[in-house]
């Protein structure tokens, strides 16, 4: 027998007599509420996506080609154990089970004139591995590797991911107060696209061996990085380790064949053809090889040379998925450490909190013990000096006895992972309202920026030097409480003035050579933009450059303009989507007229928006949680939008006011009663 009841906000709560039930009925809840969306993901995941929508997904499909998503989630699979991969094959009947009743409720099959297709039994690590392969670090080593192409080796550090370019997510944990009685809490607030439909998906799995409460990848059995089980509960954030490594290859061609440069000399590499269908266009193919490194992604069109991405998924063949069914079976914070030695990527930073008091802190995941420059930048594949040495940075597995902070910040435990952090400003800023007591919803939504050089540039400015306009604006910034409250018309005009002051940087002496062709695919522009990058990057130059004047033009500009506005004017609510049905689009104009955002990349409440380009928000909280260990039923989450994917669904999007508000919503904790499925 399975149950399926919804609560007031439509979170499903699944009920099956053993965990391959409830498994089967976990993947039928996720295809009839997001049909479309899981779709979409498994097209990415086997790069198939233009053939759906059309050539603009192009450029997607063909990476995905190249970087063979679709075959290392196939090897994932075969090398699953029995256990896992029987677990995950009833997902998979489960989501094929519901596609056709999801498909007929979602506007985007009808708009775009295609079907749900029966998955695979490797589909859902497929959608995994897509959700993830961009995650770290190997489209920032493309980057540097033009920055020390134009600038200089030297200049690689003003555009480091420590600086405000960084993730984001945060998550704390308090210990548990043995005078009162109260158990540990553990929060956080992972920051990601603000994808539509979420990328994260409430829900509750209940069955005779466990009852879980967590957020669901859709497409994805269990809750991989955010769980409560009633006797423990985990939460993660990026690690920033660097995990993926890019090699330089040189190919010599023999007709068909494509022979790569080793140590050694020339050896084969692995090479076919593969077609990508495009709605509404022609056909378009795509080589795919494959040296002894990995994959060929993309070719670097100023060298020549091809680039090779290696990652453990694929050298392994493994993603961890061995993890999932022990997280949800966790009693103690020994339990969650042992189910994650089996993680693979990406390497999480994991705190676990239990009902006995314990706390603890991990990370997990394969990251590869090689030379120091690998981090850096593409290396070549011909030198034996950057071979992999074939062993992996142990688990890190520590106990806590205070408080907990993670926010992709450099600490002990994260420091031999990675080599780009971000700033420290997050952590001791949640760590300071923690001592004062501040609630977890408070914490959540705190946006006061940091007096960071960026901003200490406006008081090395000279008032006298200005002229009216300008001056009055230098000195109400100068008075600003720096808070990026939505209403705040202080907070406007400090945007407009960087976003002034990083165009103007797009022509700076020691930046112009930025905009030579950088010679990497057009995927990667989001990392690879120069634009993009110096306004990301505002707070190294300031401190690197002496950017007065540019400073002082830009607030001569700002202030002989338009009033700027509010910040929460100007800071849009701008999810991704693919908009290809008229439903969607209009329902994203709709939300945008209900909330307005405060909070910054800088910010605990980081919402980015790129200075320069535009300052709406396409990046931000993609959940809130509160996991209580004394009462489960204490606890409290919240996500952007809604449960459901269907925009006719009163579920669509009943969080988001909640959500744009910092409130959260209990967790669904009592019994489970509802009516009978199949």
Request: with cysteine; net charge negative.
């Amino acid at each position: 027998m399975t149950h399926v009841d919804r609560d007031q906000w439509g979170v499903p709560q699944l009920w099956a007599g053993d965990a391959d039930a409830l498994a089967r009925l976990q993947g039928r809840v996720a295809a009839v509420d997001r049909a479309w969306q899981i779709s979409v993901e498994r097209w990415r995941a086997e790069g198939r996506l233009a053939a759906h929508v059309g050539p603009a997904e192009l450029a997607w499909d063909r990476f995905a080609r190249r970087v063979r998503l679709d075959d290392t989630a196939r090897r994932c699979y075969e090398r699953l154990d029995p256990d896992t991969r029987r677990w995950v094959e009833a997902y998979v009947d489960g989501v094929n089970s519901g596609l056709a009743e999801g498909a007929a409720a979602a506007p985007e099959f009808a708009a775009t004139g295609t079907a749900p297709e029966p998955w695979h039994p490797w589909s859902p690590l497929g959608v995994f591995l897509v959700q993830h392969v961009l995650f770290s670090t190997f489209p920032n080593k493309l980057w540097h590797a033009h920055v020390a192409r134009t600038l200089g080796p030297e200049a690689a550090g003003l555009f480091a991911v420590e600086g405000p370019a960084s993730s984001g997510s945060n998550a704390w944990a308090v210990p548990a107060d043995p005078a009162t009685g109260r158990g540990p809490l553990i929060a956080g607030d992972p920051h990601r696209l603000l994808e539509l439909p979420g990328v994260y998906q409430q829900v509750r799995l209940a069955c005779p061996e466990f009852d879980v409460v967590g957020l669901a990848f859709p497409g994805v059995p269990g809750v991989p990085h955010f769980g409560h089980t009633g006797r423990v509960a985990w939460a993660v954030t990026n690690a920033m380790a660097d995990y993926q490594d890019l090699y330089r290859e040189r190919l010599r061609r023999d007709g068909d064949r494509v022979l790569v440069r080793d140590a050694d000399g020339w050896t084969p590499a692995a090479r076919h053809v593969e077609e990508i269908e495009v709605r509404g266009g022609a056909p378009e193919t795509v080589e795919v090889i494959e040296t002894p490194r990995g994959p060929v992604i993309d070719h670097d069109r100023v060298t020549g040379e091809a680039i090779a991405l290696r990652t453990p998924s694929r050298v392994e063949a493994r993603l961890g998925f061995e993890a999932l069914l022990p997280l949800l079976r966790a009693r103690r914070t020994g339990d969650v450490a042992d189910a994650l030695r089996h993680w693979v990527e990406p390497v999480n930073s994991v705190l676990a909190a239990d009902a006995e008091g314990g706390v603890r802190r991990l990370v997990a995941g394969l990251v590869p013990v090689r030379d120091e420059r690998c981090r850096r930048e593409p290396v070549p594949a011909w030198e034996p000096a950057y071979r992999w040495r074939g062993d992996y940075l142990p688990l890190v597995d520590e106990r806590v006895d205070g408080v907990a902070v993670c926010a992709n910040d450099r600490r002990d435990d994260v420091a031999a992972h990675g080599a780009d952090f971000a700033p420290p400003h997050r952590a001791r800023r949640i760590r300071a309202l923690l001592a004062d007591g501040a609630e977890p919803s408070t914490v959540h939504t705190d946006d006061r920026l940091p007096a960071g050089p960026l901003y200490r540039l406006l008081d090395r400015l000279d008032p006298d030097r200005l002229d009216e306009p300008a001056r009055a604006l230098l000195l109400r910034l100068r008075r600003w409480d720096r808070a990026m409250a939505a209403g705040s018309a202080g907070a406007g005009a400090y945007a407009a003035w960087r976003a002034a002051l990083a165009r103007r940087l797009r022509v700076h002496p020691r930046l112009r050579g930025l905009d030579e062709p950088c010679g990497f695919d057009e995927l990667f522009a989001p990392w690879t933009d120069p634009a993009a990058r110096i306004g990301l990057a505002l707070d190294h130059l300031a401190a690197a450059f002496d950017l007065a004047e540019p400073a002082a033009e830009a607030l001569a500009e700002v202030a002989a303009g338009p009033a700027p506005g509010e910040w929460g004017s100007r800071h849009l609510l701008h999810p991704v989507h693919l908009g290809v049905a008229p439903a969607i689009t209009d329902a994203v104009t709709a939300m945008r007229r209900r909330v307005a955002l405060g909070g910054d990349t800088d910010c605990v409440l980081a919402t980015s928006s790129v200075p320069g380009i535009s300052d709406a928000c396409w990046r931000g909280p993609v959940a809130r949680y509160v996991w209580d260990l004394t009462d489960r039923a204490a606890s409290r989450w919240i996500v952007p939008f809604g449960a459901s994917g269907r925009p006719d669904d009163p579920h669509f999007a009943d969080q988001l006011t909640h959500w744009a508000a910092g409130t959260l919503i209990p967790v669904p904790d009592g019994p489970l009663t509802g009516d009978e499925t199949t």
